[in-house]
């Protein structure tokens, strides 16, 4: 029995299959999903990670509490889901907006700055995400390890691009770039977070700003980067340990 023809797609519709919309059941279990990091995010807020009971969370989000770990395993994994949902936004209209024509440091300092600004509106959550999320165990850890990445790889890009202008160094590590300047980022946050500073703060993000453009400093085009550099000669080495000029 000949079978009908695929129908051809619409005009601006990509060739292929098509994704079939979600039925009733998964879209009520996703809204449900949604509700519970909807209170989780309250909750941790306002009481702590710790002092959030997932029993409060589901009446706060008015699911039964026998039936919250239908939607998600651990307290844990709604905390990784809140930071996602969160950072993810921050993040991706972060480097949706950058600066046209920025230099490297410009462009960091607009991402950065951006996240900072987001933690000084909840503090309290900020000081949550700080503590918590550097111990978050499997499969929870795979999950903020794939956030880290995905930022990572976009400042890799930004970096390359830089490269480019001659702005860093063509034999700097991008990747390895990327993460110190996360590294910059993460201690100014827990610095601030600690004495009770505002991260949206003019002064915060002119520090920031200062610490990120040092942590660049080494990587500036027409340096000799520590990677790069050639290690001692056999023969110095000999001099140095017999007390000749090294």
Same mark, same amino acid.
């Given at each position: 029995?000949?079978?009908?023809?695929?129908?051809?797609?619409?005009?601006?519709?990509?060739?292929?299959?098509?994704?079939?919309?979600?039925?009733?059941?998964?879209? /009520?279990?996703?809204?449900?999903? #949604? =509700?519970?990091? $909807?209170? *989780? &995010?309250?909750?941790?807020?306002?009481?702590? +990670?710790?002092?959030?009971?997932?029993?409060?969370?589901?009446?706060?989000?008015?699911?039964?509490?026998?039936?919250?770990?239908?939607?998600?395993?651990?307290?844990?994994?709604?905390?990784?889901?809140?930071?996602?949902?969160?950072?993810?936004?921050?993040?991706?209209?972060?480097?949706?907006?950058?600066?046209?024509?920025?230099?490297?440091?410009?462009?960091?300092?607009?991402?950065?700055? /951006?996240?900072?600004?987001?933690? #000084? =509106?909840?503090? $309290?959550? *900020? &000081?949550?995400?700080?503590?918590?999320?550097? +111990?978050?165990?499997?499969?929870?850890?795979?999950?903020?390890?794939?956030?880290?990445?995905?930022?990572?790889?976009?400042?890799?890009?930004?970096?390359?691009?830089?490269?480019?202008?001659?702005?860093?160094?063509?034999?700097?590590?991008?990747?390895?770039?990327?993460?110190?300047?996360?590294?910059?980022?993460?201690?100014?946050?827990?610095?601030?977070?600690?004495?009770?500073?505002?991260? /949206?703060?003019?002064?915060?993000?002119?520090?920031?700003? $200062?610490?990120?453009?040092?942590?660049?400093?080494?990587?500036?085009?027409?340096?000799?980067?520590?990677?790069?550099?050639?290690?001692?000669?056999?023969?110095?080495?000999?001099?140095?340990?017999?007390?000749?000029?090294?």
């Amino acid at each position: 029995m000949p079978t009908r023809p695929a129908p051809k797609p619409r005009a601006g519709e990509p060739a292929g299959d098509v994704a079939t919309p979600p039925g009733r059941r998964e879209r /009520a279990k996703q809204e449900k999903r #949604g =509700r519970l990091v $909807a209170a *989780a &995010r309250e909750l941790f807020s306002r009481k702590g +990670f710790a002092a959030a009971t997932t029993s409060e969370i589901a009446q706060r989000a008015d699911v039964g509490a026998g039936t919250l770990f239908l939607y998600v395993q651990s307290k844990e994994e709604l905390l990784v889901l809140v930071f996602q949902q969160d950072m993810g936004r921050v993040c991706d209209e972060a480097f949706a907006t950058l600066p046209a024509r920025a230099t490297l440091l410009d462009e960091i300092v607009h991402v950065y700055g /951006a996240i900072s600004a987001f933690h #000084g =509106r909840d503090p $309290a959550l *900020a &000081r949550v995400f700080a503590k918590e999320m550097a +111990f978050v165990r499997e499969p929870n850890r795979a999950a903020l390890l794939g956030f880290l990445d995905a930022l990572f790889t976009r400042t890799d890009a930004r970096i390359e691009a830089a490269k480019v202008r001659s702005e860093v160094a063509a034999d700097v590590p991008a990747r390895m770039l990327s993460e110190n300047l996360f590294a910059t980022f993460f201690i100014s946050l827990q610095q601030a977070l600690g004495a009770d500073v505002s991260t /949206a703060s003019p002064e915060h993000l002119a520090a920031l700003r $200062a610490r990120l453009a040092l942590q660049l400093r080494g990587a500036v085009a027409g340096r000799t980067t520590t990677a790069a550099r050639p290690a001692p000669s056999a023969a110095r080495n000999a001099r140095g340990r017999r007390g000749g000029p090294a």
